[in-house]
């Protein structure tokens, strides 16, 4: 048998009621896929962001915002430790590498970073793309999504508690709080890494230093940038980023540098705190949108049944012409499945498209590179709605077959 | 086709059974044309649907035949119905979306996926000898003249042994009906086909070999 003419003459007799219907089965799962493909995707990308930041040392204060200001660039007063602990990381055995990272100036609303050359390169696994790295205090390299050019002089301003700048604009706010006396000079600028990195503009922490007014960190004014610094001169930091030797050091390290006035921390330990909010909620917002789209299927159930109601007599004609009830439950029972799989389908695509939207929205919020990409999870969500949309078409379809025929046809 | 000992029942609404139907004998010879007449809501569909093996009887027999009617099952009857009986209706019932050549070929549909050559053939022959043109076009855009040719070139796509009709003419102008008429009669001679009809028409029912009157469910005497 080939029910197709007929479920073909079916969804064209009832075109713009299945179009409604497609769309709002794919609003029902676009939600729930949207939702679902962005918790993942931050997640994601958020994790890759902190890649480069084995273990972050700070003054006790809040971890959580340790963790954004330091990784994720999230502009907010840390308060200060003591400097001298770069000297003492730099003579454990158990560190490999350690970097102060001194923040609060801002250049066309980038923010701007002091740091040290080992840490511009990731300890040796980057290289700028352009130019090359800063070898003294007025030099500057660019993140991969700044919008300046080598050779570029720019002169930093003080960030205000409040003001929220926009990368790239060079407000009022940034205009009144110039840092007059300090050139930066653009000298190189590194490859993308996906991250608020990227727009950041990295200078040498003795730049910083100098800027405030806290002299360069070393005995000699015009020394070599970079550790070791002086002990007595050594200003005190907001954080330090510290890659330890072996991986079974980094506990010890994390247990060492979690006394005496200073707080130590990987980074994941606090994504996980924030993974697990994220996931509570996307649980609750999972459950909303599955709610939603039982709410949504029942009432596409409840028009169908009215439809199939209507068309008793358009299947008696079928049944006088000697079609089974399998026949006329086949019409019935594809037109559904196709009408709810066309819906998931919809909602594949638009909740892929939503997340892409919200994603690209966060990115140039945040400049944390966000990717949806398709996963099984939302396969999964498809299959179990087409798996529940075929039940409701099976329902459909036995409730078309039933009755005889000769009361339909007869109108 | 024989009748015997055919009644239908049914319940009132306060669940008392009524006989609308009731056909004590009744022999129908192959290529017979029989007509049945009598007033409406007398049982003259009742019986159409009794021999189409739309409606099992609540007593008695319908034989086609060493086939018993009624001691088929639900599908077995709707095999047996599209393999011996056409049917056509006053409504016509056609499926306003698809064409006239899908309308045609839609009996083909319940036991193969797509018409073979040759069906496909026959389907256009009988459009053309019913005088229609264009058999792409949808049948929600025809005359009714024309859509009740289309009913009988789709009854007919089978290669009936029986053709049932209910009141072919009784939705059509004069001019249709007289043509409409005159098409049925050739087709079922060209097909030798038996032809039952139902209907007030005192033209239709004038070219018959028998009438049967129905009369508050009870089939008479033919005339």
Sequence with gaps: ?411 | MILSGVSVQRRDSNGRLFTTLSVADLSIPAGARIGLAGPSGAGKSTLLDVMAGLLVPSTGTVTWGATVLSDLCDRERAVWRRTYVGQVFQDFLLIPELSILANVVLPLSFSQFWPSGDQRQRALDLIHDLGLKDAGRRAAVLSRGEQQRVALARALILRPSILLADEPTASLDQASAALVTDLLFDVVRQHQATLIIASHDPAILSRMDHVHHVVAGQLQEAS
């Excluded at chain 1, 962001?49 to 502009?75: C, E, H, K, M």
């Excluded at chain 1, 994504?271 to 996931?279: F, N, R």
């Excluded at chain 1, 949806?372 to 409730?399: H, K, N, Q, V």
């Design chain 1, 1 to 411: 048998m080939n029910p197709l003419p007929m479920v073909w003459a079916d969804l064209r007799a009832m075109r713009w009621s299945a179009l409604i219907t497609v769309l709002l089965i794919g609003i029902a799962v676009a939600i729930g896929v949207a939702v679902s493909a962005q918790e993942r995707a931050m997640r994601q990308a958020s994790a890759r962001a902190s890649d480069d930041f084995p273990l972050i040392i700070g003054a006790p204060s809040s971890q959580t915002q340790l963790v954004l200001t330091a990784v994720y660039l999230q502009a907010e007063a840390l308060p200060l430790m003591d400097g001298n602990i770069l000297n003492t990381l730099a003579q454990d055995p158990r560190v490999a590498g350690a970097a102060p990272l001194a923040y609060g100036d801002i250049v066309q609303g980038y923010p701007v970073v002091g740091t040290t050359q080992n840490f511009v390169t990731r300890w040796g696994r980057l290289q700028p793309i352009e130019g090359r790295l800063f070898e003294q205090e007025n030099e500057a390299v660019i993140g991969f999504s700044v919008k300046l050019a080598l050779g570029d002089a720019v002169m930093p301003s003080h960030g205000v508690a409040g003001h929220a700048p926009t990368p790239g604009v060079a407000d009022e706010a940034e205009a009144e709080n110039r840092h007059e006396h300090t050139q930066l000079k653009i000298v190189g600028r590194l490859p993308q890494l996906n991250s608020p990195w990227d727009r950041a503009i990295l200078i040498p922490v003795e730049s910083v230093w100098e800027t405030h007014g806290l002299g360069n960190g070393h005995r000699m004014d015009d020394g070599p940038l970079g550790p070791p610094f002086d002990a007595e001169k050594v200003p005190n930091v907001p954080a330090i980023v510290a890659k330890p030797a072996q991986v079974a050091q980094a506990y010890q390290l994390r247990s060492t540098y979690r006394q005496n006035g200073t707080m130590a921390l990987f980074p994941a330990e606090v994504l996980v705190q924030l993974y697990q909010a994220m996931g509570n909620v996307k649980e609750w917002l999972v459950l909303a949108a599955m709610i939603n789209n039982i709410i949504v299927f029942l009432a596409i159930l409840l028009l169908l049944v009215t439809l199939v109601g209507l068309r008793r007599r358009r299947y008696a004609i079928l049944r006088a012409l000697g079609a089974t009830r399998g026949y006329v439950a086949c019409i019935v029972g594809l037109g559904a499945t196709i009408l709810m799989t066309a819906g998931c389908g919809v909602g594949l695509v638009m909740g892929w498209g939503g997340a892409w939207l919200v994603s690209h929205f966060l990115t140039s919020q945040t400049g944390i590179v966000i990717d949806p990409r398709p996963s099984m999870d939302e396969f999964r969500l498809i299959g179990l709605m087409i798996g529940i949309g075929s039940l409701c078409a099976m329902l459909l379809a036995a409730l078309a077959a039933r009755g005889e025929p000769t009361t339909a046809l007869r109108g």
